[in-house]
């Protein structure tokens, strides 16, 4: 159905436009923005053509969310509120928007996980945005990071909690998608 695309790229629209809005320096748009387009990619690839299997795909998604929390704890208790903006030529983020921000985050990420669970494709986009930049992009940026400061960067010890388990979720998706129908 349109609705089910069209929706989607309207809530896209606006994680771009806010995501650039609120970037201290370049900080999100060079980081969370780029996923954006691409969790509309995997949304149009998997979800849209096809529900998942809650039963498949669900339990990893929200060991995704726990691993992501404690990802969190870590950011939180090291500083990553104060370096994140910095590393790309801002300012530290306000402490109180960095966790709000955050918290936000996790209520769309467990809404996404009820649109999975219940075949409401737009959450669906929302999910799959936690897939390709919460579990995968933010490994692969958290490396980055320690290699643009030649050390420890706030995050690294935990963001691989959800890099193979993200990878994976993504297989699962595929081919549960893909798989020829069984009459």
């Known amino acids: 159905m349109k609705r089910d695309l069209l929706l989607p790229a309207i809530m896209a629209t606006v994680m771009v436009v806010l995501f650039s809005w609120l970037s201290v320096g370049l900080s999100l748009v060079l980081t969370f923005v780029p996923a954006v387009p691409v969790a509309y990619w995997l949304y149009w690839?998997?979800?849209y053509r096809h529900n998942p299997d809650p039963a498949k795909v669900l339990p990893l998604y929200?060991?995704?969310i726990c691993f992501q929390l404690v990802h969190f704890a870590e950011e939180h208790a090291y500083g990553f509120d104060v370096a994140f903006g910095m590393l790309f030529g801002g300012r530290p983020y306000a402490h109180n928007f960095?966790?709000?921000?955050?918290?936000?985050?996790?209520?769309?990420f467990i809404l996404g996980?009820?649109?999975?669970?219940k075949g409401i494709k737009p959450l669906?986009?929302?999910a799959m945005f936690f897939i390709t930049y919460g579990m995968v992009g933010n490994a692969i940026g958290h490396v980055g990071f320690c290699t643009?400061?030649?050390g420890y960067f706030p995050g690294i010890y935990t963001?691989?909690?959800?890099?193979?388990?993200?990878?994976y979720l993504v297989k699962v998706l595929w081919?549960?998608?893909?798989?020829?129908?069984?009459h």
């Open 159 to 167: 963001c691989f909690f959800n890099l193979f388990l993200g990878a």
């Open 124 to 126: 669906m986009f929302i």
């Open 98 to 108: 960095f966790v709000t921000f955050n918290m936000c985050a996790y209520f769309l």
């Open 148 to 150: 643009a400061v030649h």
């Open 62 to 64: 929200l060991l995704g």
């Open 175 to 182: 081919q549960d998608t893909h798989s020829p129908v069984v």
């Open 113 to 117: 996980g009820i649109g999975l669970y």
């Open 45 to 47: 690839r998997t979800c």
